[in-house]
């Protein structure tokens, strides 16, 4: 079938819910509604859809394209839910129990006639994590469930006014509601405030006389102090004092200013800056008691023989601290007497790469691309050097370029069924290193590497291992990740010809050392970086601050039209 999508940006669902209905042979083409209602005729027009999907849409598409169209709309509630803040509030009130509904566009927002829902279990954490986890994999079940019935031509969807949906309108969830009152509200109720609104929009708060969106929030089980203030840093993050505990607040957005720029989340101490002097650290071990209640973007255990390494990163962007930090770990781990090592294993992203938004906001952000991606690159290096156990990385949720080459790195890539690869870094105008040309073609082949770049579409998990980028696929649920995939690790430490896959992976390394050092990839992968760091017309600079600032920098159609290969690519 021919499907269109429209979406407000291609973001983690609008990606999955693309490469789910491109693994089943449909032809799908995108849109972004960002760029107006024409350019969403136009696709209509060209296109010629038998269908079109809005995943993901904060917009009404034009009344010309739903009445002349089969249009589905997803909405994250369940069966007559309406309103535009439908996660927020499921968050807000407690709910434990919440749903995705694919609706027929109609001309009042979320009114029309159902075509599929899928409930889920609301786990505990933030929108963004339940959005990107539970309410995906609704979302896509969902989507699919009601594309095989518009096929089937027989299907009649059931109309909102049937008895058996309760019709519940929902305002906007505006900041009054968010707002925190740091002497009455207690650190469960701080905590779900700033959860709700953790990626978008944030809680608007006041901090040492300015205005700031906070984002995110962690408990804190021994800091304690006036209600409101500051208490510590950690890793880029604020501790900060509830009336019967603290939370930790990994990111600020400063407030827009009338007619300034846009703003654009960062780790909240780089935002606070010179206001923190005088401010402690408080560092935390990386292995810390099992029954802590506390903030740390990275942690190491071991069970036997096997060592975990997780890391959480917030939108899975990794600063030049923050591969620093990790390497650190990391050769920490490698001083514990275990045979198999996991990295990542938690529930959400595994690695998006380099820390745009931390690079846009550098006094010099060339200077800052160059850091991060030579931190990027020592990591990844010390991946891949590592010959006396085997190294598995644990997709839980999405990793794309950088990110996706650190799990390459990886002897084995254990991939959640939900999660996405996108393997390429064409896209933000960079020829890529995190040796790239190394880990890629050796474990797809170099043709099926050169069409990963070069097309820049996001890979399914299940597509993944068809191809060779996955060796296990997990099909477990977002919150049973974490468990499964110590228990895979276990097995895998127990099983017998352990030493012999060791010590064969060893003389594999030395032999592909002998053809081509792997410094000889880091130089050449470098040197393109470089000129495209370096040069203030390549379209990575304005790439980069469109994606940073939310900006229609990009095609409005994202993976159709060529031309966007050729103004995308720097690469000399």
């Known amino acids: 079938m021919d499907i269109l999508l429209v979406a407000s940006a291609?973001?983690?669902?609008?990606?999955?819910?693309?490469?789910?209905?491109?693994?089943?042979?449909?032809?799908?083409?995108?849109?972004?509604?960002?760029?107006?209602?024409?350019?969403?005729?136009?696709?209509?027009?060209?296109?010629?859809?038998?269908?079109?999907?809005?995943?993901?849409?904060?917009?009404?598409?034009?009344?010309?394209?739903?009445?002349?169209?089969?249009?589905?709309?997803?909405?994250?509630?369940?069966?007559?839910?309406?309103?535009?803040?439908?996660?927020?509030?499921?968050?807000?009130?407690?709910?434990t129990r919440w749903g995705v509904t694919v609706l027929q566009a109609e001309e009042e927002m979320d009114a029309g006639d159902i075509w599929a829902t899928v409930p889920f279990d609301v786990a505990p954490g933030g929108k963004s994590e339940l959005y990107r986890n539970e309410a995906s994999d609704a979302a896509v079940a969902a989507v699919l469930l009601a594309v095989e019935r518009y096929a089937g031509g027989s299907y009649k969807p059931l109309a909102q006014d049937d008895p058996s949906v309760d019709v519940v309108r929902r305002d906007?969830?505006?900041?009054?509601?968010?707002?925190?009152?740091?002497?009455?509200?207690?650190?469960?109720?701080?905590?779900?405030?700033?959860?709700?609104?953790?990626?978008?929009?944030?809680?608007?708060?006041?901090?040492?006389?300015?205005?700031?969106?906070?984002?995110?929030?962690?408990?804190?089980?021994?800091?304690?102090?006036?209600?409101?203030?500051?208490?510590?840093?950690?890793?880029?993050?604020?501790?900060?004092?509830?009336?019967?505990?603290?939370?930790?607040?990994?990111?600020?957005?400063?407030?827009?200013?009338?007619?300034?720029?846009?703003?654009?989340?960062?780790?909240?101490?780089?935002?606070?800056?010179?206001?923190?002097?005088?401010?402690?650290?408080?560092?935390?071990?990386?292995?810390?008691?099992?029954?802590?209640?506390?903030?740390?973007?990275?942690?190491?255990?071991?069970?036997?023989?096997?060592?975990?390494?997780?890391?959480?990163?917030?939108?899975?962007?990794?600063?030049?601290?923050?591969?620093?930090?990790?390497?650190?770990?990391?050769?920490?781990?490698?001083?514990?007497?275990?045979?198999?090592?996991?990295?990542?294993?938690?529930?959400?992203?595994?690695?998006?790469?380099?820390?745009?938004?931390?690079?846009?906001?550098?006094?010099?952000?060339?200077?800052?691309?160059?850091?991060?991606?030579?931190?990027?690159?020592?990591?990844?290096?010390?991946?891949?050097?590592?010959?006396?156990?085997l190294v598995i990385a644990a997709l839980g949720g999405n990793a794309a370029a950088g990110g996706a080459m650190l799990a390459l790195a990886?002897?084995?890539?254990?991939?959640?069924?939900?999660?996405?690869?996108n393997p390429h870094y064409r896209l933000m105008g960079l020829y890529g290193s995190e040796f790239w040309t190394y880990s890629l073609p050796r474990r797809v082949g170099p043709g099926t590497a050169e069409r990963l770049t070069t097309e820049a579409l996001p890979v399914s998990s299940s597509a993944g291992a068809g191809i060779g980028l996955v060796d296990r696929l997990v099909p477990v649920s977002p919150y049973d990740f974490p468990a499964e995939v110590e228990r895979m690790a276990a097995a895998l430490a127990a099983a017998p010809g352990l030493p012999e896959r060791i010590a064969a992976k060893r003389a594999r390394r030395e032999r592909d050392e002998s053809v081509r050092p792997l410094a000889d990839h880091r130089r050449d992968e470098l040197a393109r970086m470089h000129r495209i760091f370096f040069d203030p017309t390549a379209p990575y600079h304005r790439l980069r601050s469109a994606f940073v600032r939310k900006l229609a920098g990009g095609p409005a159609r994202p993976l159709t039209r060529p031309e966007h290969a050729e103004a995308a690519t720097a690469a000399p």
């Open 10 to 95: 291609f973001n983690s669902l609008s990606q999955r819910v693309y490469a789910e209905l491109s693994d089943r042979a449909h032809r799908v083409d995108v849109v972004l509604a960002a760029h107006g209602d024409d350019a969403v005729r136009e696709a209509v027009h060209e296109a010629r859809p038998e269908l079109v999907i809005a995943p993901m849409l904060r917009t009404a598409l034009p009344r010309d394209v739903w009445s002349a169209h089969t249009c589905l709309i997803v909405h994250p509630g369940p069966p007559g839910d309406r309103g535009p803040s439908s996660l927020d509030w499921a968050i807000a009130t407690g709910a």
């Open 172 to 389: 906007v969830f505006r900041q009054e509601r968010r707002r925190i009152d740091w002497r009455q509200d207690g650190t469960e109720v701080v905590l779900r405030k700033l959860r709700g609104a953790d990626s978008r929009p944030g809680v608007l708060d006041e901090l040492f006389g300015d205005e700031f969106f906070l984002h995110g929030g962690h408990p804190e089980d021994q800091l304690r102090g006036h209600p409101g203030d500051v208490l510590a840093t950690r890793a880029g993050a604020v501790c900060r004092a509830t009336c019967d505990g603290a939370v930790w607040i990994p990111e600020l957005r400063p407030r827009r200013r009338p007619g300034g720029p846009a703003t654009f989340r960062l780790p909240a101490a780089l935002v606070l800056g010179e206001r923190l002097r005088g401010v402690p650290k408080v560092p935390a071990p990386l292995e810390l008691p099992p029954r802590r209640r506390t903030w740390a973007d990275i942690r190491y255990r071991h069970h036997h023989d096997v060592g975990f390494l997780r890391f959480n990163f917030p939108g899975g962007a990794m600063s030049t601290d923050q591969c620093r930090r990790l390497l650190a770990a990391y050769r920490f781990a490698l001083t514990r007497p275990t045979r198999v090592l996991v990295l990542g294993g938690t529930r959400d992203f595994f690695s998006n790469g380099i820390h745009l938004n931390t690079i846009e906001a550098a006094a010099d952000p060339s200077a800052e691309s160059w850091a991060n991606i030579n931190a990027m690159d020592d990591l990844v290096e010390a991946v891949l050097r590592t010959t006396d156990r």
């Open 410 to 421: 990886a002897d084995e890539v254990w991939c959640r069924t939900g999660a996405v690869l």
